[in-house]
Each structure stands twice: as structure tokens, then as C-alpha cells.
């Protein structure tokens, strides 16, 4: 584990399948919410490790699903308020042990 610092914000970053990862929750955007009078929300998780950002959009809280990269599910998420439990998934097999990691909110204008 270690730190990262965004634009003043210290941001937790954890290693997972033998990457770094952050996870940030990205709430607003103005025009997103013109077009379609809506508040969009959205989980991002992103990783300069693995040069992948997913951007998922949070429909329910807890939220839970599974990110894939390369058409493989790399770990199941359960998103709730400021905390994302993650679950590691190797070779189609998931680690029993969920870990929670921090999540920075994000509000757009």
C-alpha cells in the first residue's frame, strides 16, 4: 500500500492481483445532467500499472458486480457509501477473503 497525491488529495492505493489500484466515486457533471436531467454517478476504477480505467455507472446502494479486463473477471466489487469491498479472482477462482479499500469521492460541476 501506498500514497498518491491528486491535486491536494492523498489517495489510498492497494495492490491487487499484483497491481496497484484506486477506486473513485464521480458524482455530477453538468453536461451529462442537461442532456439527460439526471445526476450521474459512477464508480471509476483505474490502475496506471495495468494503463486501464473502468468507469461504471452506480444504479443501487450497495451496488455489487464484477470487473473484467481482457474478457477475464479480475475481482468482484461490492460498492457501499465510501467503502468497495473487493474479492480477488484468479483463473476463474475467487479468493474467499474480500478487502476494503477506501473509495475518494469525486464531485463534479
Not at 497525491?5 to 497491481?19: A, P, V
Not at 439527460?36 to 452506480?58: A, G, M
Not at 460498492?79 to 464531485?107: T, Y
Request: hydrophobic share 35%; aromatic share 10%.
Amino acid at each position: 500500500m501506498f500514497q498518491r497525491n491528486y491535486g491536494g488529495i492523498e489517495q489510498e492505493m492497494r495492490m491487487h492481483n499484483g497491481w496497484f489500484m484506486d477506486i473513485t466515486h464521480e458524482m455530477g457533471g453538468m453536461s451529462e445532467c442537461q442532456r439527460t436531467e439526471i445526476y450521474p454517478n459512477y464508480l471509476i476504477f483505474s490502475s496506471q500499472d495495468l494503463n486501464r480505467t473502468r468507469r461504471l455507472k452506480v444504479k443501487e446502494d450497495p451496488q455489487k458486480g464484477s470487473l473484467k479486463m481482457g474478457g477475464k473477471v479480475i475481482f468482484n466489487y461490492i460498492f457501499s457509501g465510501h467503502i468497495c469491498k473487493v474479492q480477488k479472482v484468479i483463473d476463474g477462482i475467487a479468493n474467499p477473503e474480500w478487502e476494503e479499500i477506501q473509495v475518494v469521492n469525486l464531485m463534479c460541476d
